[in-house]
């Protein structure tokens, strides 16, 4: 059975090119290699968006233009968002942005056009990343956006490229034992 | 339904299927995989952590020693010594210690290991030199961890950007100009596309007359801006006539003039005039982009005969074993050492994080390296200028930043 990759929270809407580093979060932490979530957390989009760490509830989702998360490639955002279980909704992002996202465990929706008129910040939404159904509660609209490939949605289902590898293991025992200690 | 480029049937056949969509993704079956000396620990400890007793398919992994090859500090004399231990644990098939093989991104090619028409992962994402011959190797940074683990890792299948190349070189111009050239232009949008995660495909009738060097410079040097992978297809993974291409590149050989890339990046491109007279303390010529036979013959046309400034210390760094032999026994080496240049053993020298030959505060290197950005190579207040072998050549006989055809008249 595949897990279901579902989402209801409130949203916050943000612009095209929001960079990751002093966008999403400041420079300092990539350089410092945070990745404690608990010091990431509270400064989590806070730089476009000082009121963003106080109003954020786990489980909200983030929408957002063309280009999100540009810049280099840093994941201290990505680790904030995971541990805050939110999603991305957006219209494209950097390959390597989005790769890290996925790795992180953060499940995104890009190629979603028109986001900002289907909701607004604090409006409440429902989304099935599996189909890319989008609800819109608060205002009783509903759009239908490009789902997350079924590859990516497993990976992210199972918390990133740890959790992924974690169960691979799992389903192939064999693979803990080394080859000399078995041949 | 629209044809196929040439990455679509590429990564159809390594994941078994007839055809593939751009953007669908999947797990491709690499032939080989490919990590050097710098992640093996590293790749080691996290899947033993996981609880990883062993790998997959351990006789297609390929281990090469090229960042740090003569050992400069204690902790590299230990990692040597893990990785021989790791290599033994995990039986990998193919492991090549200090002094064999040479260049990861080179020594493959010359020795066929890595073969035209070839699907591999790798670690280091200058692996893109292997589409000089039409292997397709997919540079997975440290999620080649979980193609050591699981065999495969997800990709998504990129678009492709078509570039034409006709008309032929003048005397002087080079490949490394044309890729410092073309990693600016797609930087810049001149084309209207970017190349983040898209295949740079070269055809066009210049391409059959291009050396496997000449290819490897262009395939390095559009690199470092983020693409998926540059391709110099081979025959039977040509794109069909109707496949579709995110934009057509057309380039007239004959207008390309010598560049250098400035301080910061290879897509910093200008040409020589906008740094000429700059003086130089540091020079070499090397790393993945141009450490083949053929850099270094074109290297000594300049230097034979000639001498390294005063001031200026210069290093060659042949890419592989092989191309090391070639150049003692054709006596290059020689014309090297007659100018007061220092040969370096083979592989990445100073390109790799400076751990050979590195960069003092305040001074000015030009070189073939692989990128430029701040500290790639030593001091983070030194300045790095990149460029072609004759480039480079040209300006560590003068101690400043030339243009290599003042030199080549000359002759």
């Known amino acids: ?183 | 339904m629209a044809g196929q480029t040439s990455v679509q049937k590429m990564l159809a056949r390594a994941a078994g299927k007839a055809r593939l969509e751009v953007g669908e993704v999947v797990y491709p079956d690499p032939e080989l995989v490919i990590l050097h000396d710098g992640y093996v620990e590293t790749a080691y400890r996290e899947l033993s952590g996981l609880g990883f007793g062993r790998i997959k398919n351990p006789e297609r992994v390929v281990f090469v020693t090229d960042h740090e090859v003569a050992y400069g500090s204690p902790r590299a004399i230990d990692r040597g010594l893990n990785i021989r231990r790791i290599a033994k644990a995990w039986q990998v098939g193919h492991f090549f210690d200090v002094g064999r093989g040479g260049h990861g991104h080179l020594f493959p090619m010359e020795m066929g290991l890595v073969r035209p028409g070839m699907f591999l992962f790798a670690y280091d994402m200058h692996a893109t030199n292997f589409g000089a011959i039409g292997a397709l190797a997919m540079a997975m940074s440290t999620e080649i961890t979980t193609v050591l683990a699981t065999g495969s890792v997800w990709v998504p299948v990129p678009a492709t950007i078509r570039v034409n190349l006709h008309g032929a070189w003048h005397a002087g111009a080079h490949g490394r100009d044309l890729g410092f050239l073309l990693a600016a232009g797609l930087k810049s949008g001149r084309w209207g596309v970017g190349g983040d995660y898209q295949v740079i495909e070269f055809g066009g009738a210049a391409v059959a007359g291009l050396a496997t060097a000449t290819r490897v410079a262009l395939c390095n040097s559009v690199t470092e801006i983020g693409v998926a992978n540059v391709l110099f297809p081979i025959a039977e993974f040509q794109s069909d006539a109707d496949a579709r291409y995110e934009a057509i590149i057309d380039i007239d050989l004959s207008t390309i003039e010598p560049q250098v890339a400035l301080p910061g990046g290879p897509e910093n491109a200008a040409p020589v005039s906008a740094a000429a007279g700059q003086r130089i303390d540091h020079a070499f010529i090397g790393a993945c982009g141009s450490s083949m036979y053929d850099d270094f013959a074109a290297a000594a046309g300049v230097m034979r005969g000639r001498r390294v400034a005063d001031g200026v210390r210069m290093f060659v760094v042949p890419g592989t074993v092989e191309t090391a032999q070639r150049l003692a026994t054709d006596g290059l080496s020689q014309v090297f050492m007659q100018a007061g240049a220092v040969m370096l053993p083979p592989g990445c020298g100073p390109c790799a994080g400076g751990l050979m030959a590195p960069l003092g505060p305040n001074e000015v290197s030009i070189s073939t390296a692989a990128t430029n950005h701040v500290g790639r190579f030593g001091s983070n207040e030194a300045k790095a200028y990149l460029g072609s072998p004759l480039t480079v050549a040209a300006s560590a006989i003068a101690g400043r930043i030339v243009d290599p055809r003042e030199m080549l008249a000359e002759l």
């Open chain 1, 1 to 183: 059975m595949r897990p279901p990759l579902r989402k209801r929270g409130f949203c916050h809407v943000f612009g095209d090119d929001i960079p990751l580093d002093e966008g999403i979060m400041p420079f300092r932490f990539a350089i410092g290699r945070v990745t404690d979530p608990k010091e990431l957390i509270p400064h989590l989009f806070a730089a476009i968006d000082a009121a963003f760490p106080q109003r954020v509830r786990h489980g909200d989702l983030i929408l957002a233009g063309r280009n999100f998360a540009c810049g280099k490639a840093h994941m201290q955002g990505f680790i904030a968002m995971e541990a805050l279980g939110i999603g991305v909704l957006c219209g494209s992002m950097p390959y390597k942005a989005h790769r890290g996202a996925v790795g992180r465990g953060v499940p995104i929706l890009t190629g979603c056009s028109g986001i900002g008129e289907f909701a607004a910040t604090g409006d409440e939404i429902e989304v099935d990343f599996s189909t890319g159904e989008a609800s819109n509660i608060t205002r009783g609209t509903a759009r239908r956006f490009p789902p997350i490939p079924e590859i990516l949605g497993d990976i992210v289902a199972r918390g990133g490229l740890k959790g992924s590898l974690a169960a691979w293991l799992a389903e192939h025992p064999e693979m803990r034992a080394p080859i000399a200690a078995q041949e």
